[in-house]
Every structure is written in structure tokens, then in C-alpha cells.
């Protein structure tokens, strides 16, 4: 086909079944074409492409593509989205690790984002990338690299929770989760070491549990007649006490 997406995505589904060496060099010049000039415009076809590239280099490493050159394609144009909705930039940074190269350059792409979004304070954002960094580095046994990315995520969503106001009941159950996840996230990072970290939080969300009962709300209703459930159950005990 001339349609370079038909190729890639088609012909990936075949490489599926044929692992043709031949076939992912062709699968991915197709993606790379369609990258160059998509074919398909919504906010979200880079990722795709990008992600559907990695998938299949992640498995089948093709020695002629040039992956560094796609990598540095890639990071620049991760660069150019910080501010973009949703998540796309996260998913084509997680494609990159699993290609399982340049992983120092992916690392620090990482941080790079996360500094930006810890500078303009976008803290949903700031624990989704270290989790998935969290993730990268229990996966790759980077024990070290592991314990200080649980502390930043714990120390994290302390900082959210404080962004919302302690004294007001409409807040309390936000706040009680991010110092619930901060909590476990310093379990993770080290149980014994970091308990008086837990302890503080624990503390520290007493009365906010407190002030989160004032916003259940009571549900009234009529009267339940339940004398007929007590007789039907009376006669269940009579006859298996009979056995």
C-alpha cells in the first residue's frame, strides 16, 4: 500500500505471526515515514506511532535502524508537549524504556519533565512520571535509584496534600488519600528506617479524619417491619435444631 500507517500497523500484526527480520526493517521505515508526515491528525497520533515503533523494536532489534537518531527525534518532541493534555508524553517515554537502550538519555528525559512540572507545580503529573520511574527501577533492580524515587513520590504527595485546606470537611477526603499513598509510599521505600515518617503522617491526619465524618450525610427513611424475617427465621432454627 502507499498508505505508510496501513503498512506499519498491518504489517506489525504480520510480523506477529511470521517474525520476519525483513518484515520489522519495512514495519519500521513505515512508521518512521508516517511520523514524518502522519497521514491521520488528532492529538494523539505521535504517541501511537511512537509507542507502536517501540513496541516492535522493544521485541525484534532491527541492526540498520537508527534508533539513536529516532530517540533524539523522540525527546524533542517530548520537549515540545510538557504542556499538552493527558499523558501521551508519559506512554512514549515507558515505550522508550522498554527498548531496553540509551537508557541513561531516557532516564534524564524523565527528570526533565518532572522538573518541569515540579516547577509549575503540577503535582498529578510529578507522581505519575516517578511511579513509572519507580516502576523502571524495581524492574531493573536499581535498588538505590529505587528507594530515593519512593521518597520523592511519598515527599510528593505530602505537598499536594497540603495544597488544599485542612480545616475544611469538603477537602478532608483528598487530603486523607495522598497522605494515605505518601504513607505507603514510604513503607515502600523502607519499612523499619521511615516509621517515624508514617507516624508523623498518621498523626498529622487525625483530625482530618475527624473533620471528614462531617461530611457523611444521613439518609432518613420510614420504618422496617422486620418481625416477619424474625418468625421465618425463628422456624429455620426450630427445625435444624430438630435435626
Known amino acids: 500500500s502507499k498508505c505508510a500507517y ?13 517474525h520476519n527480520i525483513e518484515l520489522a526493517r519495512k514495519v519500521l521505515s513505515s512508521y518512521e515515514e508516517e511520523l514524518s508526515n ?10 501511537e506511532l511512537t509507542v507502536g515503533l517501540c513496541r516492535l523494536y522493544s521485541k525484534c532489534k532491527v541492526k540498520d535502524f537508527d534508533f539513536e537518531n529516532f530517540l ?4 524533542h518532541h517530548i520537549e515540545e508537549n510538557y504542556d499538552a493534555s493527558g499523558y501521551g508524553i508519559l506512554f512514549i517515554l515507558n515505550a522508550l524504556l522498554d527498548c531496553c537502550k540509551d537508557t541513561e538519555q531516557i532516564e534524564k528525559a524523565f527528570e526533565d519533565a518532572i522538573s518541569y512540572y515540579e516547577s509549575k507545580d503540577v503535582l498529578n503529573k510529578v507522581i505519575g512520571f516517578l511511579e ?3 516502576a523502571f527501577y524495581k524492574k531493573d533492580k536499581r535498588l538505590e535509584k529505587l528507594k530515593s524515587t519512593r521518597i520523592r513520590i511519598a515527599q510528593t504527595h505530602e505537598k499536594f496534600a ?3 485546606d485542612w480545616k475544611n470537611p469538603e477537602h478532608a477526603h483528598i487530603i486523607i488519600s495522598h497522605i494515605h499513598s505518601a504513607m505507603n509510599a514510604w513503607g515502600r521505600a523502607d519499612e523499619k528506617a521511615f516509621k517515624s515518617e508514617r507516624q508523623r503522617l498518621a498523626k498529622r491526619i487525625e483530625p482530618v479524619k475527624k473533620l471528614s465524618l462531617q461530611t457523611l450525610k444521613r439518609i432518613s ?8 424475617w424474625i418468625e421465618t ?7 435444624t435444631n430438630k435435626k
Open 132 to 134: 513509572d520511574l519507580e
Open 72 to 75: 533524539e527525534k523522540s525527546i
Open 221 to 228: 427513611g420510614g420504618e422496617i417491619d422486620l418481625s416477619e
Open 233 to 239: 427465621s425463628k422456624q429455620f432454627i426450630e427445625k
Open 162 to 164: 497540603n495544597k488544599y
Open 6 to 18: 496501513f503498512n506499519a500497523v498491518c504489517g506489525e500484526s504480520l510480523w506477529m505471526q511470521k
Open 38 to 47: 502522519p497521514s491521520i491528525s488528532n492529538d494523539y497520533i505521535y504517541t
